[in-house]
């Protein structure tokens, strides 16, 4: 198991938001993906609102709305130290509630799929364009399917 730094700034602390469990997915993400080097990433988390996160939106996106999962992906020239500085992922809590009943699974899977998508951006994917889009959301499957959260 790699040494991954993560940082938190939660307000209320959920039962699914548990750190091991949040390290073991990263871990198992950066295994597939197979980034060099995972013995000393870091990685910005922070759990917020709708509010914060609408409003980082705005300013860093142009978008004038909540959304489920920002991530700031940084690069090889912003690392510190011993420390290969993945980047921030940003979730907002209320989304991630509001979506697991829109699409009728737990708000545990919902949370897992986020972080999963968040850490995929993170390292270099996007869902700009429909094959794009395809190849991103079959790894977010394939990574949830292996901690036990598939779609259904």
């Known amino acids: 198991m790699s040494n991954i730094e993560i940082t938190y700034d939660i307000s209320d602390v959920q039962e699914f938001m548990?750190?091991?469990?949040?390290?073991?997915?990263?871990d198992l993400i950066l295994e597939h993906e197979k980034v060099e080097n995972i013995e000393n990433i870091y990685i910005s988390f922070l759990i917020t609102t709708n509010e914060v996160i609408k409003n980082i939106n705005s300013e860093y996106r142009g978008k004038d709305t909540p959304t489920d999962v920002i991530s700031f992906a940084y690069n090889e020239t912003e690392n510190i130290g011993?420390?290969?500085?993945?980047?921030d992922i940003i979730i907002?809590?209320?989304k991630v509630r509001e979506q697991a009943e829109e699409y009728e699974h737990?708000?545990?899977?919902?949370f897992y799929y986020v972080l999963c998508?968040?850490?995929?951006?993170?390292?270099?994917?996007?869902?700009?364009?429909?094959?794009?889009k395809k190849v991103?959301?079959?790894k977010?499957?394939?990574?949830?399917?292996?901690?036990?959260?598939e779609r259904g």
Not at 140 to 149: A, R
């Open 18 to 26: 548990d750190e091991e469990k949040i390290n073991e997915f990263v």
């Open 82 to 87: 011993p420390f290969n500085i993945l980047g």
């Open 92 to 94: 907002s809590e209320e």
């Open 106 to 110: 737990s708000v545990e899977r919902e």
């Open 117 to 132: 998508h968040g850490m995929l951006h993170l390292l270099g994917y996007d869902h700009i364009d429909e094959e794009d």
């Open 136 to 138: 991103m959301r079959e």
């Open 140 to 149: 977010e499957e394939q990574l949830l399917k292996e901690i036990g959260y």
